[in-house]
């Protein structure tokens, strides 16, 4: 074999080897895309996923929200119908017991005024201290008084009765003893009148 020969055989096996190397480059380089294309296909398509959860998960959040304004509503709207019936109940009560005060008022006797010949005698009127507190234990009535010169009955029983009274309502022995003298027939005045200032002053 010549030398021009070896190296034309030479030139042809090296550059067999640079194809094959650059063939093996391409299907290298065509893998590597396609493994990525498929990379890039399922992260889309798990981002897809997730866009669309979150999409619904969002519908669902709205949803519930707008079920719970509109229940909030409802019951905002139940509330002022309540309140206003009880404010209707109020004024309805406050215009019937008004209304009954007043036909009571009307409907009440007025007082008659008392005559004057059924007053009882009064005892002589004359300044006097402060009126001392009856004592609960011992309220005795007030009778009617006799006037000056009017006969009575048991003397000294009503005398004893007026004397008492007098002495309660805070007369002077002095002028106890003297409307008994000017209305009463006592054979003993001053003993009663210890009597009656003792049961007053206790």
Same mark, same amino acid.
């Given at each position: ?8 055989s &030479?030139? @042809?096996? /090296? +550059? =067999?080897?640079v194809r *094959?190397?650059?063939?093996?480059? $391409? ?16 992260q ?12 619904e ?6 949803r ?6 509109e229940?909030v ?7 002022k ?7 209707a ?10 209304? &009954?005060? @007043?036909? /009571? +008022? =009307?409907a009440a006797p *007025?007082?008659?005024?008392?005559? $004057? ?5 009064q005892?002589p ?10 004592p ?14 009017e ?7 009503g ?10 309502n ?6 106890t003893?003297?409307?008994l003298?000017e209305n009463f027939e ?13 049961r007053a002053?206790?």
């Amino acid at each position: 074999m010549s030398e021009g020969s070896g190296k034309q055989s &030479a030139g @042809a096996a /090296a +550059a =067999e080897r640079v194809r *094959a190397v650059l063939e093996a480059a $391409e299907q290298s380089a065509a893998g590597l895309r396609a493994e990525a294309a498929q990379e890039i296909d399922a992260q889309l398509e798990r981002a897809e996923t997730v866009a669309t959860r979150l999409s619904e998960r969002a519908n669902q959040i709205e949803r519930s929200l707008q079920a719970l304004a509109e229940s909030v509503r409802e019951e905002l709207s139940a509330l002022k119908a309540d309140l206003e019936e009880l404010r209707a109940v109020g004024e309805g009560v406050a215009e019937a017991r008004t209304a &009954a005060a @007043a036909e /009571a +008022a =009307e409907a009440a006797p *007025a007082p008659e005024p008392e005559p $004057e010949s059924e007053r009882p005698p009064q005892p002589p009127t004359e300044p006097r201290p402060e009126p001392r507190p009856v004592p609960p234990e011992e309220p005795p009535p007030a009778p009617p008084e006799p006037a000056a010169g009017e006969p009575t009955g048991d003397g000294h029983e009503g005398a004893r009765v007026i004397a008492l009274n007098m002495a309660l309502n805070g007369s002077p022995r002095e002028e106890t003893a003297r409307y008994l003298d000017e209305n009463f027939e006592l054979e003993n005045p001053d003993a009663l009148l210890d009597e009656v200032y003792a049961r007053a002053s206790s």
